[in-house]
């Protein structure tokens, strides 16, 4: 199955890059763009226009974005690229206190021989921006679609709960229709997540075993073993349920669920995600502790050094913000009735990984005494690749079983590595937005784990505590569904013995 587009066949545009100068725009945005000039893949006519509070000349800037990309291709890069890529690069300040400024910018754009007249926004700036940002935009007419397309992109997390999120979409909607609004989670721009349905659903093999027949249970897990680092202040307002399952973790699960779209299209393929989406039960709140589990790191030891503890590093004993989250899931439909989704993520875990591990039904030997069950399992990052535990009869007169591992990677030798947010800025150019949200998959997203995060806040008991390092929290069991389900371990063979 192929699908290309050619860059001859995408409209001439000028991205707006708006907060150009911040720490996103400098570590993925401006080398994304450059990739993929250097790809081939942009447009001949394509401009970028930088915009921030600063005044800074645009030779200033040149020198800023070619710092930018000696910091992040420190092996160098072709030259003849460099020149092309700087040439279509421009700055407008955008200074707070001028009431003029975005007037300014819109004489600026209107500069045909400059900046090719179908506009993207890409609204890189603080979340409480956004709005503004919308409103100023359209208040000088630079949403207005008469001749050129416009659209906007929305960086994450679009809104804190479910009524930030509708208020937010509220004041953009008065500006802009559902089709211009392009909302980021990053994680849809991974080969490997966009590889999790093409997988399903060009295999045959596949296809017929996945649903309550055959799967026992399903585990989306995102574990890393970083601490939240610097960033401490914004991850204490905000916690491992908002952070990585609110939207990475349940667009994983999205696609993992989902039912074929009728075709390839953006709308048909968000269709199929939003029905699985509204199709999650409610977490029962007065259940809660069989149905969710929090928890935070403790001092530990990382790879042999030793490292703090979240409250330490907090500073401030009283959180009780998880730095470690699960939920038991289940999904109401046909295909899934009663199969349990155990979705987690952890920071300071034993293990970096990112991956669905799917366990089988008992086979009939298997009822008979045996404990193995099948597994298949589809490795995110790092390992992109796709895993079958079977049972197979050990060489030898006796009859005894083993399980065998069948491991195929999927990136080979000589595979292009592609960031996100390339696949992510080509689709905009595109206007191909199956790799964006749609609002009802957000709000489907919030309306599931608000109940949980707003229980959690107002439970000031003491979180239980893991040591840096180690497995699961033992207490975490208590989500399970039933005594032989456990989480497992690791991807690699043996993972599910610990
Ligand atoms: N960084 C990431 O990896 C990451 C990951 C996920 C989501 N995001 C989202 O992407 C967006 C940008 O993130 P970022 O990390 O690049 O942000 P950032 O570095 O903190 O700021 C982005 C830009 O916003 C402007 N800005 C900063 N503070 C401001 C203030 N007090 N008042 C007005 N403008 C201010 C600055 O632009 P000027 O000074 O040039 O005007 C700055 O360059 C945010 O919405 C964030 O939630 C980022």
């Known amino acids: 199955m192929t699908k290309t587009t050619d860059p ?108 090719p007249q179908n506009l993207a926004y890409f609204l890189s700036v603080r979340p409480v921006d956004f709005a503004p940002v919308v409103e100023q935009l359209s208040g000088v007419g630079l949403l207005d679609e008469t001749n050129h397309w416009r659209r906007v992109v929305i960086e994450k997390p679009f809104g804190t709960d479910l009524a930030s999120a509708q208020a937010l979409q509220a004041s953009i909607t008065k500006h802009l229709k559902e089709s211009q609004i392009y909302r980021i989670d990053h994680y849809l721009g991974k080969s490997a997540l966009q590889n999790i349905m093409l997988q399903r659903f060009t295999n045959t093999l596949l296809e017929p075993i996945w649903n309550k027949d055959f799967i026992d249970h399903v585990q989306i897990t995102n574990t890393e073993m970083l601490g939240v680092g610097e960033r401490t202040q914004f991850y204490d307002s905000t916690g491992a349920l908002r952070d990585m399952i609110q939207s990475h973790i349940l667009q994983t699960m999205a696609l993992t669920a989902m039912e074929l779209p009728k075709d390839l299209s953006p709308d048909s393929i968000r269709a199929e995600k939003i029905k699985v989406l509204e199709a999650i039960r409610p977490i029962p709140v007065a259940d809660l502790k069989h149905n969710a589990f929090r928890a935070q790191y403790a001092t530990g030891e990382v790879q042999g050094e030793k490292v703090p503890g979240y409250l330490e590093e907090l500073g401030d004993k009283t959180s009780v913000v998880e730095t470690y989250a699960a939920l038991k899931l289940f999904v109401d439909n046909p295909r899934w009735q009663g199969v349990p989704f155990y979705i987690r993520t952890a920071k300071r875990l034993h293990d970096a990984d990112t991956r669905i591990s799917i366990r089988f039904k008992k086979s009939a030997l298997q009822l008979a005494g045996g404990t193995e069950q099948n597994w298949l399992m589809l490795g995110i990052q790092p390992r992109e690749c796709i895993k079958m535990e079977i049972q197979s009869k050990i060489p030898g007169l006796d009859i005894k079983t083993r399980t065998i591992q069948m491991d195929a990677a999927n990136r080979q030798d000589g595979d292009e590595s592609i960031d996100a947010y390339e696949a992510l800025l080509l689709n905009l150019m595109e206007g191909d937005n199956s790799l964006y949200l749609h609002i009802s998959e957000v709000e489907a997203q919030w309306r599931l784990v608000d109940p949980v995060v707003k229980a959690w806040a107002v439970d000031k008991a003491p979180v239980c505590q893991y040591p840096a390092g180690s497995a699961d929290p033992e207490t975490s069991k208590v989500i399970f569904e039933h005594e032989d389900q456990f989480w497992r371990y690791s991807i690699e063979l043996g993972g599910d013995k610990h």
Not at 93 to 109: E, G, W
């Open 8 to 115: 001859k066949k995408i409209d001439p545009c000028t991205l707006v890059l708006f907060g150009a100068s911040g720490n996103l725009s400098r570590v993925k945005l401006m080398p994304s763009l450059f990739r993929l000039d250097a790809a081939g893949r942009l447009p001949e006519q394509m401009a970028i226009l930088s915009v921030g509070r600063g005044e800074v000349t645009r030779e200033a800037w040149l020198a800023d974005i070619k710092g930018m990309l000696d910091a992040k291709f420190k092996k160098g890069y072709d030259q003849t690229v460099f020149e092309r890529f700087i040439a279509r690069n421009h700055y407008h300040a955008n200074a707070p206190t001028d009431a003029d400024a975005f007037t300014k910018m819109k004489a600026n754009l209107a500069d045909e021989k400059v900046f």
